[in-house]
């Protein structure tokens, strides 16, 4: 059982940056991928990211190609993202999960955290 717990989120104006990191309990061969996905009201969750945490390999959605950035650090079983070039449709409320790394490009979602919210504003 993997617990993760987010925290960074917050209120920001457009074109601001934040950084969220995503805890881990434990770490376990096994779920080497961690993901960040976002929910805004009335949307579905949708990926945002993840990365390998034994290889480093990452991905990136089309909308935050180029503004986001995860990486990892194994010795603090810490996952961040950060976000720069704030946008308002940005906003919407961070999970962090982790899984499986299916090599293909997709990864399981085993476990989630709560989640934070991150707010952009004109």
């Known amino acids: 059982q993997v617990q993760l717990v987010e925290s960074g989120g917050g209120s920001v104006q457009r074109g601001g940056s934040l950084r969220l990191s995503c805890v881990a309990s434990?770490?376990?061969?096994?779920?080497?991928?961690i993901a960040w996905f976002r929910q805004a009201p009335g949307y579905t969750r949708q990926e945002v990211a993840h990365?390998?945490?034994?290889?480093?390999?990452?991905y990136y959605s089309g909308p935050v190609q180029g503004r986001f950035t995860i990486t990892h650090d194994n010795a603090q079983r810490t996952t961040y993202l950060q976000m720069d070039s704030l946008r308002r449709d940005d906003t919407a409320m961070y999970y962090c999960?982790?899984?499986?790394?299916?090599?293909?490009?997709?990864?399981?979602?085993?476990?989630w955290g709560q989640g934070t919210q991150v707010t952009v504003s004109a």
């Open positions: 990365i390998n945490t034994q290889n480093g390999i990452t």
């Open positions: 434990t770490t376990t061969t096994r779920d080497n991928c």
């Open positions: 999960a982790a899984g499986r790394d299916f090599r293909d490009g997709d990864c399981s979602q085993d476990y």
